[in-house]
Nanobody, 123 residues
């Protein structure tokens, strides 16, 4: 059972930057695909970015060029650097992990989820 803990959320002005962290309890975390998802008020949870165990990164069109996902295997951690934030980025951000053949851009087949961290972008 992998436990994931997100941190780094908060309140930021539009145009600003923030870095989210996802810390894992499992030393085999480096073998997992890790994704970031977000849920805005009144909306479904949506894919933001993912990083395969190889280090290859994937992004949704809405964040491509602004967000960067990375992993530090020695720290059992994955990060999401978010730049040029806008109000549409507001939501609860979740870290998720799973073993999969191909990186998934939907909630399945991520098996493990964190509790989420709130990001609010003010105009």
């Amino acid at each position: 059972q992998v436990q994931l803990v997100e941190s780094g959320g908060g309140l930021v002005q539009a145009g600003g930057s923030l870095r989210l962290s996802c810390a894992a309890s499992d030393s085999t975390f480096s073998t997992y695909t890790v994704g970031w998802f977000r849920q805005a008020p009144g909306k479904d949870r949506e894919f933001v970015a993912a990083i395969a165990w190889t280090g290859k990164a994937y992004y949704s069109d809405s964040v491509k060029g602004r967000f960067t996902i990375s992993r530090e295997n020695a720290e059992n951690a994955v990060y999401l650097q978010m730049n040029s934030l806008n109000t549409e980025d507001t939501g609860v951000y979740y870290c998720a992990a799973g073993h999969m053949v191909a990186v998934a851009f939907r909630e399945y087949p991520y098996d493990y989820w964190g509790q989420g961290t709130q990001l609010t972008v003010s105009s």
